[in-house]
């Protein structure tokens, strides 16, 4: 399975009361849970079919298990969160709705621009431009409706194209969790300063330990003497509070930053957890392989590609498999982008 | 399966007509069985004769299952993926 996400819509009365009990009730059947809005929760179900079954599957026993405790819900299930949320906004109450990889564009185009997340006055703008469909919002230049509209409307442009991140956001902890480390002599090369970040990863690990969470998304603030603060932020998957886990995770994130700048002279690091899974009494791992394969595998191309150039990590596409000669079998492309 | 984007060159060691091993770079590799032979000539009324292969399915001593194919027109042969 791909990505999919499963998005919860609460229906009729959503009180404090019932938008708890809904996600205390997801966060037990599910790894990994996101608020999305009062009363509209995201799943993200990669890594749960070889334990729970199909993404419908998933999404019948969430309507079945709520409806027991009379909270009538309806499910969307697309590969993004947005798409999702549409999907299960405009879903009959207990029904579990699909769309397929593909479907996506092609199911919000024919929507109203309204369901984008665009203030009153753009969309009136919108409107008078003769803009009323998410698809016309989606055909629209990029670069120009950054520069028209601004940033806000870039991102909802993002949405209506299906070109956005795309994850689910976990929850942020109670507290801030955070490890800092200062050095009196600055590091300049890249072994060093992750032999230095580990101490920091440890410190890390037990405050994660101590609140029975694991860290989900992880922002590394790097001071340097001679450069402005680089800021890394990582999605860890699977969500762990392992020190040596995490110290890999940003070891991807210094490997993959754009450009590769040199290093600098860095004298300092904060690190936080800034999305977190609760793992007390909770086996995540047991969701996590296929998504954390799938993580591990990008990061391993990504890596390869910014050492050895384009064209050093491809994966095949079949386009002929009556072929009887292999190099016709198959078009070799990028594996990462 | 492991496909090869760029199948690598192999030596061929015969010994009276049996295929006993294979040498892909500096490795060697007994075999032990020859499990699949086939011919593939395609497009042979082009100019440069088109494709004609000789494509043998090997297993070797480590238990490893290969398929190799020999380049008819040059005699080169090479490993074109390995079976899991």
């Given at each position: 399975?791909g990505r999919a996400?499963?998005?919860v819509?609460?229906?009729s009365?959503v009180?404090?009361?019932?938008?708890?009990?809904?996600?205390?009730?997801?966060t037990?059947?599910?790894?990994?849970?996101?608020v999305e809005?009062?009363?509209?929760?995201?799943?993200?179900?990669r890594?749960t079919e070889?334990l729970l079954?199909?993404?419908?599957?998933v999404?019948?026993?969430?309507?079945a298990?709520?409806e027991?405790?009379?909270?009538p819900?309806?499910?969307g299930i697309a590969?993004?969160?947005?798409a999702?949320?549409?999907l299960?906004?405009r879903?009959?109450?207990?029904?579990?709705?699909?769309?397929?990889?593909g479907?996506?564009?092609?199911?919000?185009?024919?929507?109203?621009?309204?369901?984008?997340?665009?203030?009153?006055?753009l969309?009136?703008?919108?409107?008078l431009?003769?803009?009323?469909?998410?698809?016309?919002?989606?055909?629209?230049?990029?670069?120009a409706v950054?520069d028209?509209?601004?940033?806000?409307?870039?991102?909802?442009?993002?949405?209506?194209?299906?070109?956005?991140?795309?994850e689910?956001?976990?929850?942020?902890p109670?507290?801030?969790?955070v490890?800092?480390?200062?050095?009196?002599?600055?590091?300049?090369?890249?072994?060093?300063?992750?032999?230095a970040?580990?101490?920091?990863l440890?410190d890390?690990?037990?405050?994660?330990r101590?609140?029975?969470l694991?860290a989900?998304?992880?922002?590394?603030?790097?001071?340097r003497?001679?450069?402005a603060v680089?800021?890394l932020e990582?999605?860890?998957?699977?969500?762990?509070?392992?020190?040596?886990?995490?110290?890999?995770s940003?070891?991807?994130?210094l490997e993959?930053?754009?450009?590769?700048?040199?290093?600098?002279?860095?004298?300092?690091?904060?690190?936080?957890?800034t999305?977190?899974?609760?793992?007390?009494?909770?086996?995540?791992g047991?969701?996590?392989?296929?998504?954390?394969?799938?993580e591990?595998?990008i990061?391993?191309?990504?890596?390869?590609?910014?050492?050895?150039?384009?064209?050093?990590v491809?994966?095949?596409?079949?386009?002929?498999?009556?072929?009887?000669?292999a190099?016709?079998?198959?078009?070799?492309?990028?594996?990462?982008s | 399966?492991?496909l090869f984007?760029d199948p690598?060159?192999?030596?061929?060691?015969?010994?009276?007509?049996?295929?006993?091993?294979?040498?892909?770079?500096d490795?060697?590799?007994?075999?032990?069985?020859?499990?699949?032979?086939?011919?593939v000539?395609?497009?042979?009324?082009k100019?440069d004769?088109?494709i004609?292969?000789d494509?043998l399915?090997?297993?070797?001593a480590?238990?490893?299952?290969?398929e190799?194919?020999?380049?008819?027109?040059?005699?080169?042969?090479y490993l074109?993926?390995?079976l899991?």
């Amino acid at each position: 399975m791909g990505r999919a996400v499963a998005v919860v819509h609460l229906r009729s009365e959503v009180s404090d009361a019932r938008h708890a009990r809904v996600l205390e009730t997801l966060t037990g059947l599910l790894p990994r849970v996101g608020v999305e809005g009062r009363g509209v929760f995201a799943c993200d179900l990669r890594g749960t079919e070889r334990l729970l079954g199909s993404p419908e599957r998933v999404g019948a026993r969430i309507v079945a298990v709520l409806e027991r405790v009379r909270i009538p819900v309806a499910v969307g299930i697309a590969e993004r969160p947005f798409a999702a949320r549409v999907l299960a906004e405009r879903a009959p109450v207990g029904e579990v709705s699909r769309l397929r990889p593909g479907e996506e564009r092609m199911f919000l185009s024919r929507l109203p621009v309204g369901v984008l997340p665009l203030e009153e006055e753009l969309r009136e703008e919108l409107g008078l431009l003769g803009i009323r469909t998410v698809g016309e919002f989606a055909d629209l230049e990029r670069g120009a409706v950054l520069d028209r509209f601004g940033r806000a409307a870039a991102a909802a442009h993002a949405l209506a194209r299906g070109e956005d991140a795309g994850e689910v956001r976990g929850a942020a902890p109670r507290r801030r969790i955070v490890a800092k480390r200062s050095w009196d002599a600055p590091i300049d090369r890249t072994d060093q300063l992750l032999f230095a970040l580990r101490a920091a990863l440890d410190d890390l690990g037990t405050e994660l330990r101590m609140d029975g969470l694991a860290a989900m998304r992880l922002e590394a603030r790097l001071e340097r003497e001679d450069a402005a603060v680089l800021r890394l932020e990582r999605l860890v998957l699977p969500p762990t509070a392992e020190p040596a886990a995490l110290l890999r995770s940003l070891r991807w994130a210094l490997e993959e930053r754009p450009g590769r700048e040199g290093l600098g002279l860095v004298t300092g690091v904060r690190i936080e957890a800034t999305e977190v899974e609760l793992v007390r009494g909770r086996q995540i791992g047991l969701f996590a392989a296929d998504a954390a394969r799938e993580e591990e595998a990008i990061a391993v191309a990504r890596y390869l590609r910014s050492r050895l150039g384009p064209g050093a990590v491809l994966r095949p596409r079949v386009t002929d498999p009556e072929s009887r000669v292999a190099e016709r079998e198959v078009e070799w492309e990028e594996a990462v982008s | 399966m492991r496909l090869f984007a760029d199948p690598h060159p192999v030596r061929l060691e015969w010994e009276e007509g049996e295929l006993r091993s294979m040498r892909v770079a500096d490795r060697r590799w007994t075999v032990v069985e020859v499990v699949r032979r086939w011919r593939v000539e395609i497009e042979w009324w082009k100019k440069d004769g088109g494709i004609a292969r000789d494509h043998l399915t090997l297993r070797t001593a480590d238990g490893t299952l290969c398929e190799i194919f020999g380049d008819r027109h040059t005699g080169d042969w090479y490993l074109q993926r390995l079976l899991d």
